[in-house]
């Protein structure tokens, strides 16, 4: 039986020509991914042996203060895994980088300071690609460079996800921009 693991995944606003855009590339090129997930940076890795409840009310109280904001991804790179096999095709931010790496350190901070993983595996980023050839990913990156990428979207909320095999269960959706 597969392991249950909780993380915290920021799911921006899209415009609907931009979603479908990411999404058209995320079916063709990460099919076992594209309709589990939304597009999403992840702020918090997986984690297991958090009660549900418990893991809500650590994530909760890092967020009052915590304003929505704009990003921009205006870059698309081929990322190798550490581990040498996979390569995924990312989708980087320029302007909002900054507030998307401060709200993944201060979800990341406390209790779940030890959950944290080291960069570049934390770089943010939206995966729209996964494949075995480093080339094809190669490729399929410069093209979408040389279409100057520019997709604006909005961080306007937090969800708290819950994974087991391949399911996938929203459990709280946190607006940001709340009061304590």
């Keep these: 039986m597969p392991a249950e ?21 995320r079916r063709e090129h990460d099919t076992a991914r594209a309709d589990l997930l939304l597009p999403h940076f992840t702020l918090v890795d997986p984690v297991t042996g958090w009660n ?56 990341c901070s406390g209790a779940l300071a030890g959950e944290r993983r080291a960069a570049p595996a934390r770089r943010p980023h939206i995966t729209i690609g996964r494949d075995s050839d480093a080339a094809a990913s190669q490729a399929r990156v410069k093209a979408i460079n040389e279409g100057e990428l520019s997709i604006h979207c909005l961080a306007s909320a937090v969800q708290i996800v819950r994974i087991k095999g391949e399911r996938v269960k929203l459990l709280e959706r946190i607006p940001l921009g709340r009061e304590s």
């Design 52 to 107: 549900p409840g418990e893991f809500a009310r650590e994530i909760e109280a890092r967020l009052p203060g915590q304003n929505p904001f704009g990003i921009v991804l205006d870059r698309a790179v081929s990322h190798q895994d550490e581990g040498g096999g996979e390569v995924a095709d990312w989708l980087v931010p320029g302007p909002g980088r900054e507030a998307l790496e401060a709200l993944q350190d201060r979800l």
């Design 5 to 25: 693991t909780l993380c915290v995944l920021l799911c921006p606003e899209f415009a609907l020509a931009d979603y479908e855009q990411i999404q058209l590339w």
